[in-house]
């Protein structure tokens, strides 16, 4: 397919700005093949199709966390659907910027995560979703790759928590958060989203202090 110089150029610079972040993302990918394959959890093949399929870091984390720790399915299911809902505004804000027709940007809408979002975002709003796609395709294959080395080499690494792969992940959203802090608004915003999890963290489920947070950025609609 031939593309516009232009389309190519934001698909290249996506993909090029997603690489730093890609390796975090496949160190967590690791960490978390490691863990469906030790102490009980979800098994080799379905952690590998799991990462290719559905590609939610945390959301397929906390899964593998809850079903390793002999939790429930329904428990791991439950933990997965709060985390991902934070998507839901996610998407809203994109879904205007995603190219092509419904299947084209149904596919594209796949490789919205928190990372290629962030990368996509032009300020006030505004979206690349040629940006978002190059950025996603990188992504997605250090996720899928960290966790195909990670069930692979799952014996020979032993624990996860003794790997300190755990770091990757909030290092990795600290990167992200640091780009958005452009005003006072956004500090005020990032750091009544941070107390919100923290108070939350003790005493609620996996995901509803993610998302109980994400009200902070209401304050966003509120104008001098």
């Known amino acids: 397919m ?23 993302v496949g160190l ?12 009980g959890g979800i098994g080799a093949l379905p952690a590998i199709v799991m990462s290719a ?22 428990a791991a299911i439950a933990a997965a659907i709060l985390l991902n809902a934070r998507y839901l ?16 940007r149904f596919l594209g809408a796949q490789l919205v995560v928190d990372e290629s979002w962030a990368i ?19 992504l997605w ?5 960290g966790t ?3 069930v692979l080499g799952g014996d020979a690494l032993g624990d996860p928590a003794s790997l300190g792969l755990d770091a990757a992940f909030p290092a990795l959203f ?7 802090l452009a005003s006072r608004q956004a500090v005020a915003v990032a750091l009544l989203g941070a107390a919100i999890a923290i108070a939350l963290v003790p005493f609620t489920p996996p995901g509803v202090p993610i998302i109980a947070a994400a009200g902070a950025a209401l304050m966003g609609l509120v104008r001098r």
């Open 148 to 150: 195909v080395v990670g």
């Open 89 to 104: 505004p996610i998407g809203v804000s994109i879904a205007r910027s995603l190219p092509g027709g419904p299947l084209r």
């Open 28 to 39: 967590f990918g690791v960490s978390f093949g490691v863990l469906s394959v030790s102490t």
């Open 53 to 74: 399929s559905t590609f939610a870091g945390s959301a397929q984390f906390a899964a593998a966390s809850i079903v390793a720790g002999g939790g429930q399915p329904i």
């Open 2 to 24: 031939n593309l516009p110089p232009p389309l190519r150029f934001e698909l290249r610079r996506g993909a090029v700005t997603a690489i730093p972040l890609a390796i975090a």
């Open 120 to 138: 996509a975002s032009s300020g006030e709003g505004r979206f690349d979703g040629h940006r978002l796609i190059g950025a996603g395709i990188v």
């Open 141 to 145: 294959l250090a996720w899928l790759g």
């Open 174 to 180: 600290l990167a992200l958060v640091v780009q958005q």
